[in-house]
C-alpha cells in the first residue's frame, strides 16, 4: 500500500542552525503535502503545505520543497529557536480523487539546544 | 486556533468498562477523522466519515466504533476497554472545498486502561 518515510526519527541542532527533514512518498498520484508540528499536549498543528504544481515554498523561516520525479519532499528551517523543538510530521494525499485522507509519515522529534 | 474538541483529555478506566471519547467541531466540516497515535509518535487513522451517516474504517484495524449523525459530532466509542487500547486518540476535521486542503486536529485524549 501507499506509505510515506521519513527521516530522520530524530535531529537535535543548536540554536540558530538550520534542520532539514526529508520525506519519500510511494504513490505517484499524491498532489497535496503538508507539514504539521506537534507540541507536547497538544494535537498536530498545519505549519505549511505544497501542491504538486509547485516546487518550493517558503514562510517566513520555513521552506518546503519537492520532487516529484524522485517523489521527495523536506522541510527546511532555518535560524532555529527552542520553540521550535517539537514533533514534525510530513504527510502525502492524492486529495479530491475521491479521498480525503492522509498517509503521515513516521514523525521526527526534533530538539533545539539553546 | 482550531474549533474542534475533544472530551475528556485525560481518562483512566478500568478492563472491561465501555467508553465513549468526544469529537466535536463548529467549523461546519463534512470530513472528520479518527487517528491513534502510538507513544512512538507514529499516527494511525482508525476512523474517517464523509458526511452524516457515513463512516469508514481506516488503515489500522481498531476494535472501536463510531458514529456520524450530526455533522458537528464524531464520537468513539470502546464497548470493552482492554490495556492494549492505552494510547493517545486524537480526532480531526476538514473542509475539502475550501481553497486549502488542512485538516484540523484536536487536542487529543490520553487513554489509560488498567
Known amino acids: 500500500g501507499e506509505n510515506v518515510e521519513q527521516h530522520p526519527s530524530t535531529l537535535s541542532v543548536q540554536e540558530g542552525d538550520s534542520a532539514v527533514i526529508k520525506c519519500t512518498y510511494s504513490?505517484?498520484?499524491?498532489?497535496?503535502f503538508p507539514w504539521y508540528k506537534q507540541e507536547l499536549g497538544k494535537g498536530p498543528q498545519l505549519i505549511i503545505d505544497?501542491?504538486?504544481n509547485v516546487g518550493e515554498k517558503k514562510d517566513q523561516r520555513i521552506a518546503v520543497t519537492l520532487n516529484k520525479t524522485a517523489k521527495h519532499f523536506s522541510l527546511h528551517i532555518t535560524e532555529t529557536q527552542p520553540e521550535d523543538s517539537a514533533v514534525y510530521f510530513c504527510?502525502?494525499?492524492?486529495w479530491g480523487s475521491g479521498t480525503y485522507k492522509y498517509i503521515f509519515g513516521t514523525g521526527t522529534r526534533l530538539k533545539v539546544l539553546a | 486556533e482550531a474549533d474542534i474538541y475533544q472530551t475528556p483529555r485525560y481518562l483512566v478506566i478500568g478492563t472491561g468498562k465501555k467508553i465513549t471519547l468526544e469529537c466535536s467541531q463548529t467549523m461546519g466540516h463534512d470530513k472528520m477523522y479518527w487517528y491513534q497515535q502510538d507513544p512512538g509518535m507514529e499516527l494511525h487513522l482508525i476512523h474517517y466519515s464523509y458526511g452524516v451517516n457515513s463512516t469508514e474504517k481506516g488503515d489500522l484495524s481498531s476494535e472501536s466504533t463510531v458514529s456520524r449523525i450530526r455533522t458537528e459530532h464524531f464520537p468513539l466509542t470502546l464497548e470493552s476497554a482492554r490495556p492494549s487500547h492505552t494510547s493517545q486518540y486524537l480526532c480531526a476535521s476538514s473542509d475539502p472545498g475550501a481553497l486549502y486542503y488542512e485538516q484540523y486536529f484536536g487536542p487529543g485524549t490520553r487513554l489509560t486502561v488498567t
Open positions: 504513490d505517484s498520484a499524491s498532489n497535496y
Open positions: 504527510a502525502a494525499s492524492n
Open positions: 505544497i501542491r504538486s
